[in-house]
């Protein structure tokens, strides 16, 4: 079995403590050597509506990435996402990157595009997997990040997951809200 790479973007603007962990924990089952990055909290962009928290997860499936990206729908829906009368945006996961495909895949861009352009994105990817290279950059996640000119408030807060503290605390006094 073979198994692949995945990096996994997570966010919530709704409920965000209760459904990111909803989340985590459903892909806990789904992932080997699951890693999280921090929790970053960020105003909506191109979505109206409260601030979201945001994060990144890494791990390793066997399943395919159709498969892979079926189950995600289902934990989206699971929490929420799709309710017809449903407030913010619940639960919210993209696949960023499987493995080392490029281009589209059934509607699906890879790498996705908002490893490049959102810093909700690219600060967690930096912290999370500073020496992985983007494909098509061709650069680390943590040379990305530190070149970047993305213009866009953000900042690290506490979240625990597990009993664990997802954002260590150095990261939130060194980068206190603006």
């Not at 909803?22 to 806990?28: M, N, T, Y």
């Not at 390793?60 to 929420?80: V, Y």
């Not at 912290?127 to 900042?155: G, K, M, N, Y």
Request: aromatic share 8%; charged share 20%.
């Amino acid at each position: 079995m073979s198994l692949t790479r995945v990096l996994l973007g997570l966010g919530s603007n709704a409920r965000r403590e209760q459904n990111l962990t909803a989340g985590l924990d459903a892909l806990e089952h789904m992932l080997g050597d699951m890693h999280c990055s921090p929790v970053f909290e960020s105003l909506a962009v191109g979505y109206k509506g409260d601030n979201f928290y945001n994060l990144v997860v890494s791990g390793t499936t066997a399943l395919s990435l159709t498969e892979l990206d079926r189950r995600l729908k289902f934990i989206e829906a699971d929490n929420g996402r799709y309710a017809p009368d449903r407030k913010g945006l619940p639960l919210d996961i993209d696949v960023l990157m499987y493995g080392d495909l490029m281009g589209n895949y059934h509607g699906l861009e890879l790498p996705r595009p908002e490893t490049l352009k959102n810093a909700f994105v690219l600060w967690p990817l930096s912290l999370l997997v500073p020496d992985l290279s983007h494909p098509r950059a061709e650069r680390s996640f943590a040379d990305l990040w530190q070149t970047s000119a993305i213009e866009q408030q953000l900042w690290p807060v506490p979240f625990r997951w597990k009993g664990q503290e997802l954002t260590p605390p150095m990261l939130i006094l060194s980068h206190g809200k603006d």
